[in-house]
């Protein structure tokens, strides 16, 4: 069993940088894939990064490519999201999840751990 939390999200202006925090409980956390998803109002939940457990591999969708870096730190039971030069349409609420998959994945199914959401605004 996994819990996650995230944190870090806020009201930024376009251009500007959030990072977001995902916290995790629980002593098998190293054994998951941890991928970030965003919904915003009226739309599906889409991928936006993912990271493997060892941390050695990564994937992005296209739309934050350059912009968006994901890490993961497993002696602290975290992962973050390092967002750079946002822009309105970054703005959603951004769900951290846990999955025991290999390969960093962008499919909402594989993830069996999700947190709560943390919101995301940015103004133009």
């Known amino acids: 069993q996994v819990q996650l939390v995230e944190s870090g999200g806020g009201l930024v202006q376009a251009g500007g940088s959030l990072r977001l925090s995902c916290a995790a409980s629980g002593r098998t956390f190293s054994t998951y894939a941890v991928g970030w998803f965003r919904q915003a109002p009226g739309k599906e939940r889409e991928f936006v990064a993912a990271?493997?457990?060892?941390?050695?591999?990564?994937r992005y969708t296209d739309s934050v490519k350059g912009r968006f870096t994901i890490s993961r730190d497993n002696s602290q039971n975290t992962a973050a999201l390092q967002m750079n030069s946002l822009k309105p349409e970054d703005t959603a609420v951004y769900f951290c999840?846990?999955?025991?998959?290999?390969?960093?994945?962008?499919?909402?199914?594989?993830?069996?751990?999700w947190g709560q959401g943390t919101q995301v605004t940015v103004a133009s």
């Open positions: 999840a846990a999955g025991q998959i290999v390969l960093p994945s962008p499919s909402v199914d594989l993830y069996d751990y």
């Open positions: 990271i493997s457990w060892s941390g050695a591999m990564r």
